[in-house]
């Protein structure tokens, strides 16, 4: 689907924008918010017809199912069947950057578009007081991918946001810049027990202390029942070469902790001089469209550590520079 290509994206400020921005997506309307991850590509997410719209303006392939943004615990279970592990995440982790995939409920008002046909669901209370406030005023699921384009690097202020999808949205809610940086943690909690789908926000050691035991990761090239799982995804448009330990003069440096300065480069940023691997996730995104920006042939990275959110920064690092493809 081709969105119209005259649409005027308003610029709304909360706190009064909050209530013009709910009254966009009754409308069936297409809302960027900030979440304390990233900007998120609102629709309602109970409609086939405004959920198809987040697919065209994204260019997103329509067997990736998106998130539905909630209030709260019981608004969740409204719309998915929790078993024990999934509600001790829920109460632990919410609101927060955990998503969690559950059985669809008989009640689920999420519509099959949303969920890419599946018989499952992903779910999430944001913590951000602005996309807590627009769900409240709309009164009904949301559905919420990173607001750029499919496949791109996600964005971390309203600026990005204009950047990917000005004239393709009708209004852009700004939060001014994300705090996580990195997207929401996915955890199946289906009845094969509960496996990370992609890391994120929360990390795996926090989720594996409530669990009470190891949280094994979706191995091999299954099915795609979340967000993120494609092989490439979260890409700039220039090549992107992992652990480096050498750059070259055609090639921008993403440094971690001082590792290639004095390499020769076109452009070099250190996504934290302290080695703060918190720092780092939040400034990844908005560091790889700078270097992208800067024009460069190639992105040379340095290595980042796997420890904590170090696991998160290496998977999106990973897609970016995965072979390009759907």
């Keep these: 689907m081709q969105p119209p290509s005259d649409i005027h994206t308003s610029r709304l400020a909360p706190p009064a924008g909050v209530s013009e921005a709910a009254r966009v997506l009754a409308a069936g309307g297409l809302v960027a918010f900030p ?20 697919y065209g303006a994204k260019g997103r392939p329509s067997f990736n199912p998106l998130i539905a943004h909630v209030t709260d615990l019981a608004a969740a279970e409204r719309e998915g069947i929790f ?10 982790f919410w609101p927060g950057p955990l998503t969690l995939v559950v059985p669809v409920a008989p009640t689920c008002s999420v519509s099959t578009l949303a969920r890419a046909g599946l018989d499952s669901i992903g779910l999430r209370v944001p913590a951000h007081p602005i996309a807590l406030a627009l769900l409240a005023a709309f009164g009904k699921p949301v559905a919420a991918p990173s607001a750029n384009r499919s496949g791109q690097v996600s964005p971390t202020c309203a600026d990005h946001v204009a950047a990917d999808l000005a004239g393709r949205i009708e209004a852009i809610l700004d939060g001014g810049a994300t705090e996580v940086g990195v997207e929401s943690t996915i955890v199946a909690c289906l009845p094969d027990g509960p496996r990370l789908l992609r890391p994120g926000g929360v990390t795996r050691e926090a989720i594996e202390a409530v669990l009470g035991r190891a949280l094994p990761a979706e191995e091999g090239a299954g099915a795609v029942i979340a967000p993120g799982m494609l092989q490439s995804h979260y890409a700039p448009h220039c090549a992107v070469t992992l652990e480096a330990t050498r750059s070259a003069p055609d090639a ?24 703060d691997l918190v720092e780092a996730a939040a400034r990844l995104f908005d560091a790889l469209r700078v270097l992208d920006a800067s024009g460069a042939a190639r992105i040379m990275v340095a290595p980042v550590p796997m420890g904590g959110l170090g696991e998160a920064i290496n998977d999106r690092l990973a897609r970016a520079a995965a072979p390009r493809g759907l």
């Design 83 to 92: 078993n024990a592990d999934a509600r001790a995440l829920a109460k632990a």
């Design 35 to 54: 979440t304390e991850t990233v900007y998120g590509l609102g629709a309602d997410a109970t409609s086939g017809e405004a959920v198809a719209r987040i």
């Design 252 to 275: 921008a440096i993403l440094d971690f902790h001082g590792q290639l300065v004095g390499e020769p480069c076109v452009a070099r940023i250190d996504l934290s001089q302290t080695g």
